[in-house]
Every structure is written in C-alpha cells, then in structure tokens.
C-alpha cells in the first residue's frame, strides 16, 4: 500500500521561501505525475504545480516564476520550491500521485495529509 507522508511546512514572512517535499513510501515500481495542490479557508482545492513522470511541467498562473516543482524517482518524492511567498499563498498544501505502480496493484489518486503553509509578517 502506498502511502504519502509530506513536510516542510511553516510560517513564513511575505518575500521568504519554502521548501515542501512529499515521499511516497510501499513497494513501488513505477509513479505517473506527481503534483502539489492546495486549499485556503474557504475556498476550493486548486493545483498548484504537476510534474509528469518524463519530467514535463504544469503551474497554476498565480505562482509561475515563483514555485518550481521538481521529483526524484530514486526516492519516489516530489518538492515544491516556494519563493517570494505572499500572503494568498497561505493554505494547506496536500501531494497528489494519479497513479502509481506496485507489485501487482495499480493505485490511483492517492493523497498526502496535507502541510500548512502560512504567509504573514
């Protein structure tokens, strides 16, 4: 069985950084895209960045040029680099796998636990 354990949230001031990482964990063989989503009080989940399993990406408007989205399938984990953070960027920040190959089972839609992400001064 899969599963996703993520970290590297915090509080932050506007113009700071963070980093997430997300480490997928079982007997995998193989991981599609890999992405970061996030959801503010009140409002909808929303993708914030994709990664294909041959590397090709995805960003939300709202953060291109600020967040990169990188993976190391050595390691089965994804990370999200957050630069120049601002305040609309506070929210839960959840780890998404839409499919991943283990021994004899396929896996779809698998979840993290979600990283509080907080951007105040």
């Known amino acids: 069985q899969v599963q996703l354990v993520e970290s590297g949230g915090g509080l932050v001031q506007p113009g700071g950084s963070l980093r997430l990482s997300c480490a997928a964990s079982?007997?995998?063989?193989?991981?599609?895209?890999m992405g970061w989503y996030r959801q503010a009080p009140g409002k909808q989940r929303e993708l914030v960045a994709a990664?294909?399993?041959?590397?090709?990406?995805n960003y939300a408007d709202s953060v291109k040029g600020r967040f990169t989205i990188s993976r190391d399938d050595a390691k089965n984990t994804v990370y999200l680099q957050m630069n120049s953070l601002e305040p609309e960027d506070t929210a839960v920040y959840y780890c998404?796998?839409?499919?991943?190959?283990?021994?004899?089972?396929?896996?779809?839609?698998?979840w993290g636990q979600g990283t509080q992400v907080t951007v105040s001064s």
């Open positions: 079982g007997s995998i063989f193989s991981i599609n895209t």
């Open positions: 998404n796998i839409d499919r991943a190959v283990t021994t004899g089972v396929t896996t779809y839609g698998l």
């Open positions: 990664i294909a399993r041959l590397g090709s990406t």
